[in-house]
C-alpha cells in the first residue's frame, strides 16, 4: 500500500534553534517528493521537490534530503523563525489506483516559540 | 511562481443550501484541477481530479452528485457542494499545474473554508 509517513506530529522549537523532520514513504513507483509549508488557514507553498536522482535540495533556511534506497527524506530547517510556525507536508509523487497521483502525509505541526 | 487563486475564502451558510467554490490558474492552462478537502488537524484529502472538457474522476466514497465539479475552461474549475449539510464543513483546497498531470509540479489554492450551520 503507497503510504507517507511523518515524524514527529508535532514539534515545538525556541526561535533560532534548528529543527529536522523525517517522512518516510513506502509508494512505488516513484516519481518525486515534495516538501510543502501550510500556514493555518491557508494553502500548502511548495518548498522543494526532489526526483529520483537528487539527495539535496535547498530553499533559503529549509535543507531537504532524500534516500530513494531507503525511503527516506528529511526536512532541515535552520535558525527558526516564529513565522516558521505550520505545518509542513510531505508529498510523494506515485502511482495509486492506476494513475499518478499525490499521496500526501499527515505532516508534522511545528510551533516556533520565542 | 505559477498562481491559483480560490472564491470565495470562507462561507458560512445554512443547512440544505448549495455553494459554488471557484478554482482559477492565473497564469498558466490547467487541463487537470484537483480537488481536496482538509478537516482541522488532518491532511488533505484528494476528493476528485477535474479535467477540462470531460467528466470529473472522483475518490473512492466522495458522493458525485454531492460534490458537483465543472471545469468548462482551462483556467476555471468549480466545486458546488448540493445541498450541505454541517457534516461538509471543512477546509476545500484546490491545486493546478502547468503541465496538467498530477506528478508534474502542483500549485495550491489559499482554500476555501466552509461553515454549514
Redesign the interface.
Known amino acids: 500500500k503507497n503510504q507517507v509517513e511523518q515524524s514527529p506530529q508535532s514539534l515545538i522549537i525556541l526561535e533560532g534553534k534548528n529543527c529536522t523532520l523525517q517522512c518516510n514513504y513506502t509508494v512505488s513507483p516513484f ?2 517528493l ?1 516538501w ?1 509549508k501550510q500556514d493555518t ?6 518548498l522543494t ?1 526532489m526526483t529520483f536522482s537528487e539527495n539535496t535540495k535547498s530553499n533559503g533556511r529549509y535543507t531537504a534530503t532524500l534516500d530513494a534506497d531507503t525511503k527516506q527524506s528529511s526536512l532541515h530547517i535552520t535558525a527558526s523563525q516564529l513565522s516558521d510556525s505550520a505545518s509542513y ?1 510531505c508529498v510523494v ?1 506515485g502511482f495509486s489506483g492506476g ?4 499521496i ?4 508534522t ?1 511545528l510551533a516556533v516559540h520565542p | 511562481g505559477a498562481v491559483v487563486s480560490q472564491h470565495p475564502s470562507w462561507v458560512i451558510c445554512k443547512s440544505g443550501t448549495s455553494v459554488k467554490i471557484e478554482c482559477r490558474s492565473l497564469d498558466f492552462q490547467a487541463t487537470t484541477m484537483f480537488w481536496y478537502r482538509q478537516f482541522p488537524k488532518q491532511s488533505l484529502m484528494l476528493m476528485a481530479t477535474s479535467n477540462e472538457g470531460s467528466k470529473a474522476t472522483y475518490e473512492q466514497g466522495v458522493e458525485k452528485d454531492k460534490f458537483l465539479i465543472n471545469h468548462a475552461s482551462l483556467t476555471l474549475s468549480t466545486l458546488t457542494v448540493t445541498s450541505a449539510h454541517p457534516e461538509d464543513s471543512s477546509f476545500y483546497i484546490c491545486s493546478a499545474g502547468p503541465s496538467g498531470g498530477a506528478g508534474e509540479t502542483q500549485y495550491f489554492g489559499p482554500g476555501t473554508r466552509l461553515l454549514v450551520l
Open positions: 516519481s518525486n515534495r510543502y488557514g491557508r494553502g500548502p507553498v511548495s521537490i507536508i509523487s494513475y499518478n497521483k499525490l500526501f502525509g499527515a505532516g505541526r
